[in-house]
């Protein structure tokens, strides 16, 4: 059983920046592919940025191309996501997840990954 821990969500201005990490247990974490989805009340969850088990290919929702990076490091079982630019639509609770079949693309829906942390909620104010 994998379990995922998410950190570094808060409340920020519009405009500023948050960094989130994601720290996974077990030896496999090389092997997975790693996104951020996050859901604003009354909304539904939607994958925000996505990343290969090399990192080699990552995958962002147009809403956040150009102001969000996701990277990781394997030999930390760590995910981060960069996020700058923040807007007030970007509210919502953030969560990380683990597919642990790489099958050569980063999966869009929720249903096909196996692990989810708990969230974290990144409030941007106006």
């Known amino acids: 059983q994998v379990q995922l821990v998410e950190s570094g969500g808060g409340l920020v201005q519009a405009g500023g920046s948050l960094r989130l990490s994601c720290a996974a247990s077990?030896?496999?974490?090389?092997?997975?592919?790693m996104a951020w989805f996050r859901q604003a009340p009354g909304k539904d969850r939607e994958l925000v940025s996505g990343i290969r088990r090399s990192g080699s290919s990552t995958y962002y929702a147009d809403s956040v191309k150009g102001r969000f990076t996701i990277s990781r490091d394997n030999a930390k079982n760590t995910v981060y996501l960069q996020m700058n630019s923040l807007k007030p639509e970007d509210t919502a609770v953030y969560y990380c997840?683990?597919?642990?079949?790489?099958?050569?693309?980063?999966?869009?829906?929720?249903?096909?990954?196996?692990?989810w942390g708990q969230g974290t909620q990144v409030t941007v104010s106006s």
């Open positions: 997840a683990a597919d642990r079949t790489d099958a050569g693309i980063i999966p869009i829906v929720g249903r096909e990954y196996d692990y």
């Open positions: 077990g030896r496999s974490f090389s092997m997975y592919v």
